[in-house]
Structure formats: structure tokens, C-alpha cells
């Protein structure tokens, strides 16, 4: 397996393999088959969770499973990346890709650490040059795109949810289970002692391919009872703006933009959102932005698709009937 | 309680920044700002002392160039005590693991209980570079706090997950990474900014770590950058100006042409 591309496999809370790990299972197997190398996954997951690897061989013609009980009960940086260290000293591939999530820059951080190999971070895309892969991210917040590749033969990528599209293989591929040796490096786990749920399990934010988000014109918590109605009219997430997050309308989990999430959804709309380049640089890559705002002069008019000029208490009631008449 | 905050200057989000003819970010562009992920993990170090009844030390850690102490100044202003730039020619292009060599290098010769640092920069947005110093240093590793809790010997973090939060609990010296629901980072006061100006920034050069441009810095850095362009123009914004029954429909039958319903 020398010189392959691995994918680094994510277990979501749930123990089922993370959206995000099946389309960078797709984006390495295309690349695989560009570049003439081979692709496997690795998954590192407390046995409990382990069916998640045969998820993962749906995509990939062979899969690593480690079963790591710590991998349930730590936070799984730690076990995750020392487990696939000592596989990659064994197996000598030369790429890594892991999914641009909240885990995956943990991982793909730590695994740098111990291998001292560098890390490409939120690719939007993936090509092959005869030195290994292309990346292509964007930078300032989306005013730059900038193609970037790999030094020496190796290197780690983290690539942006919604940049390929799953598609399973023709057939599926092969689980083995493995032991990988002593890491070289024993790091301190840290151990989850409660996992709290406040909010029912919805999509993450940043897998959304619809994100209907709510700014300081949503004017309060209630106003985004309205937002959530039309996302779940369009079977999409709920996004925010800092100001209504400052003003305590809704979680900082929900907030798009600088100090927030990046998004990247086919949709994105935008609703009272001024858009101000603090908020504008966590979404502007999304494909269609319709934004609904009273003034028509704000900087959303500026790369917003469509604009709608007007109250959104009046036009968003009116969408989610429109809607739901058009689906019923 | 000594806590070393990481603290990078970034280019201020104004829209102006860019990349100079050798595809590194031109500094000389647009003025540098404290990267705002960072401002939150300095205040909730601040923060963090105040609960202890301003029993803590703080110092602000940076890798940056020459003219750096502009920016840590502001940190200094906001509550800091000193501050360490660690600056040298050679770091010019660095890449985020010579970055997180260099942070463990000098957290090395700094003595800490807790080392608190921002989610990801607003330039490029890695965010992989504290996980890395972490486990370069081996310090227990507790990211995306919503909140932080330090005992004498330990630290106690909410980490933010989809739909709550995992209670998370370590040994000192650790490292946690802040978020932004940590609060809003505080505006230095006129005391805080005159007494800002009498505080120690030291400056080390790579040498001063023990380490040399063979080993980290942008002669052997792992990543580089080979182009760099704008992205595909926006299409013309379409107004709608209907009432609202109208305009609705408009929107329905937009989103039905780009097949999204």
C-alpha cells in the first residue's frame, strides 16, 4: 500500500458514519483512479460503532478498522490519530484525507504533529499533478482561490463538506480488522464525563444543502421560529447571523461567518442579514443566495441572486404556504 | 495561574486584503489586527483570572514578523502582562506545522498551566495548528469550549457538538481551544492602553529556540502555493420588488428553475 491515499473515516455522534466522510470517500477514489494509486479508509471507532467501517466500504474498495473502545469514551483526536500513525508507519501511504469538520482539523492537526507531514486545510478541490494532489481552497473569506500542493511525497488534506458528491462504488470493498503497533508517541487522552443534548439531532450546518439564516432583521427569538418553519419547509438548516447570536436569539452553533461556521449549501437564504463582510465571508461560495431584505441598498444586494425587497414577516409566511402547496 | 494565550496578526477583514507576487499574504496591503478567534481566548483567559480574583499571569505567545507589536499591543491594552513575539526572516512562508514547531519551541521556554488559544485564523482558516502544538508539547488537547472552568489543577470545558455539548476534563497544563460563546472580547480602557505601553515584548529569533532554518520556516516548508486568482464573478443581482404574494411566487418559480425545489 505504499504510496496510496487513505481516507480517515469520521464516526458521528450517533456511531453511524459522518455525511462528510462518504463524499471525501468518493473524492478519493476518483483521485485514486486519476493518479494510478491505491485508495483505502480507515476507520478508528469503539467496537459499538465499528458497523460504520462497512458503511465506509461502500465507497472504497478496502477499509482499516480499528477497534478503539477510547474512541467512544475520549474525545477522539487523540485515539483516532495515534491509531492511524502507527498504521501509516506500517502501511507507508503517502496522503490523508479527512473531512474540514470540527473532528477532522483535530485529527488532521494532531496527525501532522506526530508525522511531521503538512497539512492542505479546506479544499474545495482536489486534482492530481504528477508530484500528488492539486488543492484548491479559498482564502479571505472566498475573495481568493488559490491552488496549493504538497512539498516532499506526503501530506495530509482536510477537505469542505459539500465539495464532492457521495456516490457509492460499483461493489463494495473489503473490511479488515486490524491492530495497529505501539504509537512512537503516547499522548494524555482527555475523557468526555457527560454528553449533554440540548437541540434535537439536526443536519449539521455545514452538510446543509439548504441553510435559511436569520440576521438582526429577524428581530428575536420568535422571528426565528419563522426562520426554522421555512428551512423545515425546504428540508433545510437554520443559520445566524453574530448579531442576533450576541443578542441571544439563538445558539453560537448556528453563527455563519468569520468567527463561525463556513458553508458552502446549494441554497442559502438570507433573511434580514444585511450582509456584512464578517458574515458574507462564511458564505459567499454558496451556489444560489436569495436574500429577503427591507433595504435594498444593503451590501446583500450586492451578491445576492435574487433580492426580494421587503418585510420578511410578510414574504416568508407567504413562501412556506407557497411552498408547502406546491409539495402537498 | 500562568496562562499563555497564542496570538496571531492577521490581515483586518476589510475586503482589501491579498496576496503578494510571491503568493504570501502582503502584509503591507492592509493594516494587522488581532485575529478575532484569538481575541476570545484572550478573554476568556481574562476572564478566567478575574474568577480567581486577578490571581494569574498572562502572556501572549506570537510567531510574526518584525512589526507584530503593533497588534500584541492591543492584547497587552485588552488585560495581558508581556508578551513573547518569536520573529525571524526565516519563518517568512512558513507552513502550519513549522508554525506549531516553532509555537512548542517557545512554549518550552515559557513556564504555563494553561495554554489557551482561537478556534482557526480569519486569513486561512486551518484551524489545525493548536491541535499540533498540543501534541507536540503533550498537553492534554480540549477544543471548541463554549465554556472553561479552571480548578488548581484542572481544567473543565463544555466542547460545542451539533446539538449540546460534551463535559470535558483534564489535568493542568493543558491546552483549550475558545470559542467565540465564551463572550465578547472586552475594548482596552485608556488605563489599559496607557499601561499597555510600559509592558515587556520580548522578541526571540529562531536561533534563541534552538532551532534553525533547516528545520523549520519557509525554506523547508511542506505546503506552497502555486497560483492564485479570483473567483468566477457573481451573476447580476435580480430585485424583486412585489408585495408579497407576488414576490413569493417569484422566488418558488427561481428556485424551481435552479432545481433546488
Known amino acids: 500500500m505504499a504510496g496510496a491515499i487513505w481516507v480517515v473515516g469520521e464516526v458521528g455522534p450517533d456511531g453511524a458514519l459522518a455525511r462528510i466522510s462518504r463524499e471525501v470517500a468518493t473524492l478519493a477514489r476518483d483521485l485514486g483512479a486519476a493518479a494510478g494509486r491505491d485508495v483505502a479508509g480507515v476507520l478508528v471507532a469503539p467496537p459499538e460503532a465499528s458497523g460504520a467501517a462497512d458503511e465506509l466500504a461502500a465507497y472504497l474498495p478496502r477499509v482499516l478498522l480499528v477497534e478503539e473502545p477510547s474512541a467512544g469514551t475520549d474525545v477522539a483526536a487523540v485515539p483516532v490519530a495515534s491509531a492511524v500513525a502507527a498504521l501509516v508507519a506500517r502501511d507507508e501511504p503517502a496522503y490523508l484525507f479527512l473531512g474540514a469538520t470540527p473532528d477532522g482539523r483535530d485529527v488532521a492537526g494532531v496527525l ?37 500542493a504538497f512539498s516532499g511525497g506526503q501530506g495530509i488534506v482536510t477537505v469542505r463538506p459539500n465539495t464532492a458528491t457521495a456516490a457509492e462504488a460499483a461493489a463494495p470493498g473489503t473490511v479488515e480488522r486490524v491492530v495497529p503497533g505501539q504509537p512512537g508517541t503516547v499522548l494524555p487522552h482527555v475523557r468526555i464525563l457527560e454528553r449533554v443534548q440540548e437541540s434535537a439531532a439536526a443536519a449539521a450546518l455545514e452538510d446543509a444543502r439548504v441553510i435559511v439564516a436569520g440576521g438582526r432583521g429577524v428581530g428575536g427569538g420568535e422571528g426565528f421560529g419563522l426562520v426554522q418553519e421555512l428551512a423545515d419547509v425546504l428540508g433545510g ?13 439563538i445558539p453560537y452553533s448556528h453563527q455563519i461567518g468569520q468567527t463561525g461556521k463556513i458553508v458552502k449549501p446549494q441554497l442559502y437564504l438570507a433573511l434580514g442579514i444585511s450582509g456584512a463582510i464578517q458574515h458574507k465571508v462564511g458564505m459567499q461560495t454558496a451556489e ?35 411552498l408547502r402547496a406546491r409539495s402537498g | 495561574m500562568r496562562i499563555v494565550v497564542l496570538l496571531k496578526p492577521v490581515p483586518d477583514t476589510t475586503g482589501q486584503e491579498r496576496l503578494g507576487p510571491d503568493l504570501r499574504v502582503d502584509r503591507a496591503a492592509v493594516p494587522a489586527v488581532i485575529n478575532p478567534n484569538d481575541e476570545y481566548a484572550l478573554e476568556g483567559a481574562l476572564r478566567l483570572m478575574e474568577a480567581r480574583g486577578g490571581d494569574a499571569d498572562i502572556t501572549l505567545l506570537t510567531m510574526g514578523p518584525a512589526s507584530a507589536p503593533e497588534t500584541i499591543r492591543k492584547g497587552l491594552a485588552m488585560g495581558a502582562h508581556r508578551g513573547v513575539l518569536v520573529s525571524d526572516p526565516a519563518l517568512e512562508g512558513a507552513c502550519a506545522i513549522s508554525t506549531a514547531r516553532v509555537l512548542s519551541a517557545a512554549l518550552a521556554t515559557l513556564e504555563f498551566d494553561l495554554v489557551l488559544a482561537g478556534v482557526d485564523s480569519s486569513d486561512g482558516r486551518g484551524g489545525v495548528v493548536a491541535a499540533a502544538v498540543a501534541a507536540l508539547r503533550g498537553l492534554p488537547y480540549l477544543s471548541y469550549a463554549g465554556s472553561i472552568e479552571l480548578g488548581d489543577t484542572s481544567v473543565r470545558v463544555h466542547r460545542l457538538s451539533a446539538t449540546g455539548y460534551d463535559v470535558l476534563e483534564a489535568p493542568l497544563p493543558a491546552m483549550v481551544v475558545a470559542t467565540q460563546a465564551i463572550g465578547e472580547p472586552r475594548y482596552p480602557s485608556l488605563k489599559g492602553i496607557m499601561g499597555a505601553r510600559s509592558k515587556e515584548i520580548a522578541t526571540r529569533s529562531l536561533a534563541d529556540l534552538g532551532l534553525s532554518s533547516h528545520e523549520v520556516g519557509g525554506a523547508v516548508a511542506t505546503t506552497r502555493v502555486l497560483e492564485a486568482r479570483p473567483p468566477a464573478a457573481r451573476a447580476a443581482t435580480r430585485v424583486v420588488r412585489d408585495a408579497a404574494p407576488e414576490a413569493a411566487r417569484q422566488v418558488v418559480e427561481f428556485l424551481a428553475e435552479r432545481r433546488i425545489i
Open chain 1, 112 to 148: 501532522s504533529a506526530l508525522l511531521g507531514w503538512g497539512v492542505l486545510v479546506n479544499a474545495t478541490e482536489v486534482g492530481w499533478s504528477d508530484a500528488g494532489p492539486t488543492v484548491g481552497m479559498s482564502i479571505f473569506g472566498g475573495r481568493l482561490l488559490t491552488t496549493s
Open chain 1, 237 to 249: 438548516a437554520v443559520g445566524a447571523t453574530r448579531a442576533a447570536v450576541d443578542s441571544g436569539w
Open chain 1, 288 to 322: 444560489t443566495i436569495v436574500a429577503v431584505n427591507r433595504d435594498p441598498d444593503a451590501p446583500v444586494a450586492e451578491f445576492a441572486d435574487l433580492l426580494v425587497v421587503g418585510d420578511l414577516f410578510e414574504v416568508v409566511p407567504e413562501l412556506v404556504n407557497q
